[in-house]
């Protein structure tokens, strides 16, 4: 994860405006149901929702022409008033159960305040709901005294309906939190409800459901992963201007130690211990005369954060709502609500995370006439700026040495490259790299392929071999014939990524990953891996990534079929002058695959028909079959349109 937030944080898209604070309500607290407790909150809907949720009634309509909507903080939102409002129990599905339990109505500036009957207390699955035309309804969970009845309130109820959550059990403050963040977002209220809820989910449906899983996963023990960590990571981005006609794509590369002090009730105290960055773009309204930049920097600041560990082998990292001005540039950012969810190995300390990062950039004041900007203008907004990555967190050794790399490793590389006139290049490889124990690596020959935004797909095979020296130091550091990375505790594990570049000129960064290969090959059949996976292509010469979102899955139904469950969203550009388009899966989509793996852990998995869109991926399983690392290739008509990465991780 970014140490500081130049980059991040979480699922910026281009429909983003300013969202404050509407549902969820004030900090009440829980408190068992009696006669004497009152729930109030107001109620709020987009404008083209409101009169379907509202009775016919002339004199309220023009009442509202007199009374300010002070209550609808999201761009677009108005009170509700004159809506019947009812309390209800609902099961898991969302369905009520049983008589309305109590109701009330909304006052003309969309206030409510409703008693809970005697025995009834706050719960997840107690429900405040208003109900219009045409089964038009909003509602919210009543698991504190002051509730908010909004768009946001019906969202995260939706999003723990679908996942399968245990309302009645859900802890208060669980849904209090995750209400609050996403109220944090930045976006604009729809024309009706069904809008407002694309909108949501566009914008704040990866974090709501990595959130919820985490919340639905429960804590774990995380005295086991204490220890000292490295991380590196590779992403790219892509910047817009709202209109203005000027875009940027970016790639980015990063690195930190880390400490992490795990505790049995599953918090962890997380140190960051500084962070080495290269960074590169290329932007201007075009690509034939657009800019190259190149910068690398060095950050020895210290950082420290609160994680939590879940029993599905989860570490969350949160990232909360920010600004972030330079008081000389006359831009600054907005960064919402992130989560970082490091999921882990089953068998060793091993951490990956595909990080879903974005901000809203808006122009900046001077509010106190001192040259200084100081504050972000929310009503000028100067575009929006995505970022997805892939990272590995591994935990590092104290006396590591050249014996500990001793067989095979299979590698995996992914890289981009920018440079003037235009020049975007993507390019993935796979190979077999053996090392002798001593000093001495074969480094096989090369499976590859190179996208370019300008001159198509080409084949970048290499079937030369050859051998490197190596060396590696106590701390893991390893260098392959002047390329430095290195190596996890159990040296079964190997990354390096670097960048560099010269401004105004050209830049291009990588990453490697390599795991020990296996003399046999491993059983898959029976696991669920979590699919986590970065792409970048050109589809009619836009500039877009793709990236699977945290619940996407490849579960093995034998050692050679596969079921392969995502949501996908992607974002893209039509050439650097456009504005970022959002395409995202509404439901997770199951396809069939076929598996082959040798007896060394090499691999491929092809999902879709040859024929048509199909996806391969192409890498090595590890000794145990706990993780899988492959380049990834998604064809169209057998066209090549996309290069990536995945990374499979074998689920508890």
């Given at each position: 994860?970014?140490?500081?937030?130049?980059?991040?944080?979480?699922?910026?898209?281009?429909?983003?405006?300013?969202?404050?604070?509407?549902?969820?309500?004030?900090?009440?607290?829980?408190?068992?149901?009696?006669?004497?407790?009152?729930?109030?909150?107001?109620?709020?809907?987009?404008?083209?929702?409101?009169?379907?949720?509202?009775?016919?009634?002339?004199?309220?309509?023009?009442?509202?022409?007199?009374?300010?909507?002070?209550?609808?903080?999201?761009?677009?939102?108005?009170?509700?008033?004159?809506?019947?409002?009812?309390?209800?129990?609902?099961?898991?599905?969302?369905?009520?159960?049983?008589?309305?339990?109590?109701?009330?109505?909304?006052?003309?500036?969309?206030?409510?305040?409703?008693?809970?009957?005697?025995?009834?207390?706050?719960?997840?699955?107690?429900?405040?709901?208003?109900?219009?035309?045409?089964?038009?309804?909003?509602?919210?969970?009543?698991?504190?005294?002051?509730?908010?009845?909004?768009?946001?309130?019906?969202?995260?109820?939706?999003?723990?309906?679908?996942?399968?959550?245990?309302?009645?059990?859900?802890?208060?403050?669980?849904?209090?939190?995750?209400?609050?963040?996403?109220?944090?977002?930045d976006m604009t209220a729809g024309a009706n409800l069904d809008e407002m809820f694309k909108t949501l989910e566009q914008v704040a449906g990866e974090y709501v459901e990595t959130k919820i899983a985490d919340i639905n996963a429960g804590t774990g023990d995380a005295t086991s992963i204490s220890g000292d960590y490295r991380s590196a990571a590779m992403g790219f981005g892509l910047h817009d201007s709202d209109g203005s006609g000027h875009g940027t794509f970016a790639l980015d590369t990063y690195a930190s130690p880390f400490n992490f002090?795990?505790?049995?009730?599953?918090?962890?105290?997380?140190?960051?211990?500084?962070?080495?960055?290269?960074?590169?773009?290329?932007?201007?309204?075009?690509?034939?005369?657009?800019?190259?930049?190149?910068?690398?920097?060095?950050?020895?600041?210290?950082?420290?954060?609160?994680?939590?560990?879940?029993?599905?082998?989860?570490?969350?990292?949160?990232?909360?709502?920010?600004?972030?001005?330079?008081?000389?540039?006359?831009?600054?950012?907005?960064?919402?609500?992130?989560?970082?969810?490091?999921?882990?190995?089953?068998?060793?300390?091993?951490?990956?995370?595909?990080?879903?990062?974005?901000?809203?950039?808006?122009?900046?004041?001077?509010?106190?006439?001192?040259?200084?900007?100081?504050?972000?203008?929310?009503?000028?907004?100067?575009?929006?700026?995505?970022?997805?990555?892939?990272?590995?967190?591994?935990?590092?050794?104290?006396?590591?040495?050249?014996?500990?790399?001793?067989?095979?490793?299979?590698?995996?590389?992914?890289?981009?490259?920018?440079?003037?006139?235009?020049?975007?290049?993507?390019?993935?490889?796979?190979?077999?790299?053996?090392?002798?124990?001593?000093?001495?690596?074969?480094?096989?020959?090369?499976?590859?392929?190179?996208?370019?935004?300008?001159?198509?797909?080409?084949?970048?095979?290499?079937?030369?071999?050859?051998?490197?020296?190596?060396?590696?130091?106590?701390?893991?550091?390893?260098?392959?014939?002047?390329?430095?990375?290195?190596?996890?505790?159990?040296?079964?594990?190997?990354?390096?990524?670097?960048?560099?570049?010269?401004?105004?000129?050209?830049?291009?960064?990588?990453?490697?990953?390599?795991?020990?290969?296996?003399?046999?090959?491993?059983?898959?059949?029976?696991?669920?891996?979590?699919?986590?996976?970065?792409?970048?292509?050109?589809?009619?010469?836009?500039?877009?990534?793709?990236?699977?979102?945290?619940?996407?899955?490849?579960?093995?139904?034998?050692?050679?079929?596969?079921?392969?469950?995502?949501?996908?969203?992607?974002?893209?550009?039509?050439?650097?002058?456009?504005?970022?388009?959002?395409?995202?899966?509404?439901?997770?989509?199951?396809?069939?695959?076929?598996?082959?793996?040798?007896?060394?852990?090499?691999?491929?998995?092809?999902?879709?028909?040859?024929?048509?869109?199909?996806?391969?991926?192409?890498?090595?399983?590890?000794?145990?079959?706990?993780?899988?690392?492959?380049?990834?290739?998604?064809?169209?008509?057998?066209?090549?349109?996309?290069?990536?990465?995945?990374?499979?991780?074998?689920?508890?």
């Amino acid at each position: 994860m970014k140490m500081h937030k130049k980059l991040p944080l979480a699922l910026a898209v281009s429909s983003l405006v300013a969202l404050a604070g509407c549902g969820g309500g004030g900090s009440s607290g829980s408190d068992s149901g009696s006669a004497s407790t009152t729930v109030t909150g107001t109620a709020t809907a987009p404008a083209g929702a409101v009169a379907k949720l509202e009775p016919v009634n002339p004199l309220q309509i023009a009442a509202r022409f007199l009374i300010s909507p002070a209550h609808a903080k999201i761009d677009g939102l108005q009170p509700v008033s004159g809506a019947k409002v009812e309390l209800i129990r609902v099961d898991d599905d969302g369905k009520q159960i049983g008589e309305v339990l109590a109701e009330t109505a909304t006052s003309i500036s969309g206030n409510y305040k409703i008693d809970l009957p005697e025995g009834v207390s706050l719960a997840g699955n107690l429900i405040v709901r208003i109900t219009g035309q045409n089964n038009s309804e909003m509602r919210a969970q009543v698991v504190e005294k002051a509730v908010n009845i909004s768009p946001v309130s019906e969202f995260v109820l939706r999003s723990f309906i679908k996942s399968g959550a245990d309302l009645d059990t859900l802890k208060p403050g669980a849904v209090v939190s995750l209400s609050g963040a996403v109220e944090e977002f930045d976006m604009t209220a729809g024309a009706n409800l069904d809008e407002m809820f694309k909108t949501l989910e566009q914008v704040a449906g990866e974090y709501v459901e990595t959130k919820i899983a985490d919340i639905n996963a429960g804590t774990g023990d995380a005295t086991s992963i204490s220890g000292d960590y490295r991380s590196a990571a590779m992403g790219f981005g892509l910047h817009d201007s709202d209109g203005s006609g000027h875009g940027t794509f970016a790639l980015d590369t990063y690195a930190s130690p880390f400490n992490f002090v795990g505790h049995a009730d599953g918090t962890v105290d997380v140190t960051i211990s500084g962070e080495e960055t290269g960074y590169g773009s290329i932007s201007g309204t075009n690509l034939a005369n657009a800019y190259v930049g190149y910068s690398s920097d060095v950050d020895d600041e210290v950082e420290e954060l609160e994680a939590t560990f879940n029993s599905k082998n989860v570490l969350m990292i949160a990232g909360e709502f920010e600004e972030e001005l330079e008081g000389s540039d006359d831009y600054g950012f907005r960064y919402p609500a992130a989560n970082y969810p490091l999921q882990k190995l089953k068998d060793q300390n091993l951490f990956f995370v595909q990080a879903q990062d974005g901000a809203i950039r808006y122009a900046t004041l001077d509010t106190d006439g001192d040259n200084i900007y100081d504050a972000i203008d929310p009503s000028n907004k100067l575009g929006d700026e995505v970022f997805r990555s892939i990272e590995v967190f591994a935990k590092t050794p104290t006396s590591a040495t050249a014996a500990d790399l001793q067989g095979q490793y299979g590698r995996v590389f992914l890289s981009a490259k920018l440079a003037s006139g235009g020049t975007i290049d993507i390019e993935n490889e796979n190979n077999i790299l053996d090392f002798d124990g001593v000093d001495e690596v074969n480094y096989g020959e090369v499976a590859g392929d190179v996208l370019s935004v300008t001159d198509g797909w080409r084949d970048n095979a290499d079937s030369n071999s050859e051998t490197l020296d190596y060396t590696v130091e106590s701390n893991g550091n390893l260098n392959v014939d002047g390329s430095t990375g290195f190596i996890n505790d159990e040296a079964n594990f190997i990354v390096f990524g670097e960048s560099d570049g010269l401004d105004g000129t050209g830049a291009e960064a990588g990453t490697t990953m390599m795991v020990k290969l296996p003399t046999t090959a491993p059983s898959v059949s029976g696991k669920t891996y979590r699919l986590m996976f970065v792409g970048v292509g050109f589809p009619g010469n836009n500039l877009a990534m793709t990236n699977t979102t945290f619940g996407s899955t490849i579960t093995m139904n034998s050692e050679t079929e596969a079921t392969v469950t995502t949501r996908t969203a992607e974002f893209s550009m039509a050439g650097l002058g456009g504005d970022i388009q959002i395409e995202k899966s509404d439901e997770a989509t199951a396809e069939d695959a076929t598996v082959d793996i040798s007896a060394n852990g090499a691999a491929a998995i092809i999902v879709g028909d040859d024929s048509a869109e199909t996806t391969y991926f192409v890498g090595y399983f590890n000794e145990s079959g706990s993780l899988g690392i492959f380049r990834t290739i998604y064809t169209n008509d057998l066209n090549p349109e996309e290069l990536g990465m995945a990374i499979l991780i074998e689920l508890p």
